[in-house]
């Protein structure tokens, strides 16, 4: 268990906020179902362009990283596509950062027809973002943040 994850789970446990206990995982477990019924095509949820899906995959990653647990496994497990792509593409290690600048271009940059590569890319992309840390993990603390607000 990283640090962001104990210090966000002790914080979300302690108080109850104005819409009641929440951790992360059950963030996360939220965002991932907007994702899905955006994606799937809701009357009521509306993802309907690459920047959407993008984005909506990018937060759905955050929040599960900072969740840990199965969470993270799994959107860990989509992110290894794209890292092990980019080793050995570029022959050699290209660095985090750059793999995540090239992901979120993969997601961003053709015309998508169908919205859950993007969606997917996306997820990648933000569990890359995490794990190259610097400026890229400033998301993840703004995510963090923010659950420790709502929470």
């Not at 050995?88 to 590569?117: E, F, H, M, Y």
Request: a positive charge.
């Amino acid at each position: 268990m990283t640090a962001h994850e104990i210090a966000a789970d002790i914080t979300l446990a302690a108080g109850t906020g104005f819409a009641g206990p929440m951790t992360l995982s059950g963030l996360t477990m939220v965002s991932g179902a907007v994702l899905l019924f955006g994606l799937r095509g809701s009357d009521t949820i509306k993802i309907d362009n690459k920047k959407k899906a993008t984005g909506w995959g990018l937060g759905f990653s955050t929040l599960a990283v900072a969740a840990g647990g199965t969470f993270a496994d799994a959107v860990r497990g989509v992110a290894e596509v794209p890292v092990t792509f980019a080793n050995a593409v570029a022959d050699g290690n290209p660095g985090l950062g750059c793999t995540a600048i090239l992901v979120t271009l993969c997601a961003l940059g053709p015309k998508w027809k169908n919205l859950w590569w993007p969606a997917l890319v996306g997820i990648s992309a933000g569990v890359i973002y995490t794990q190259a840390g610097g400026l890229w993990a400033v998301g993840q603390t703004i995510g963090i943040a923010i659950a420790q607000k709502i929470g």
